[in-house]
């Protein structure tokens, strides 16, 4: 562990880049399946792409600076928004296991256009529309709900270790 604090505290920089190009993966791999494969992205699908737009441009701006005391802010506040992140995922992955017998992730967008006025359709679709506890995709047996909380619980972590490197570094 002091040899991975070492290495942490001598290239915060490049560790961000590695967080932010992450982040920039994930939501492309997000806009993938939504554009090309065809799911629809939920409500809580789409707080956690605004958590993975947050931890990826802390990462990116915290990078941008070499003062010590302005990267263990930065990745105090990347950790926060990771766990923010997190804690999205796992309340999604609850619901993906324990579904409601009452769906009321949102609705689609034709309904809402039909049903609503344009200045408040525009809002809606920020939501998302899909049902958060449908599984649409698994990889290796996890759906996307579980394999983004396991990435924002490793991003909070490394910041985590990040901090930690930082605090002794001199």
């Known amino acids: 562990m002091p040899a991975l604090l070492d290495t942490l505290a001598k290239h915060p920089q490049r560790c961000l880049l590695l967080l932010a190009l ?23 699908c789409i707080v956690q792409r605004y958590a993975l737009i947050g931890v990826g441009l802390i990462a ?9 005391r302005v990267h263990q802010v930065g990745v105090l506040a990347l950790v926060g928004m ?8 796992a309340r ?3 619901l993906q296991w324990y579904p409601p017998e009452i769906l009321s992730c949102g609705r689609d967008l ?8 344009l200045r408040r359709v ?32 490793g991003m909070a972590v490394l910041g985590v270790l990040l901090f930690l490197a930082l605090l002794k570094r001199r």
Not at 23 to 43: I, K, R
């Open 22 to 44: 992450i982040c920039a993966g994930m939501l492309a791999y997000g806009m993938y399946l939504q554009q090309v494969v065809g799911l629809e992205p939920c409500p809580m």
């Open 60 to 68: 990116l701006i915290t990078a941008l600076f070499t003062q010590r």
């Open 82 to 89: 990771a766990v923010f992140g997190a804690l999205t995922a």
């Open 92 to 94: 999604q992955s609850w």
């Open 110 to 117: 034709f309904g809402m256009i039909e049903s609503f006025p």
């Open 122 to 153: 525009i809002p809606m679709v920020f939501r998302g529309t899909g049902d958060c506890s449908k599984i649409d995709w698994t990889f290796l047996g996890l759906t996307i709900a579980n394999w983004s909380f396991l990435v924002f619980s």
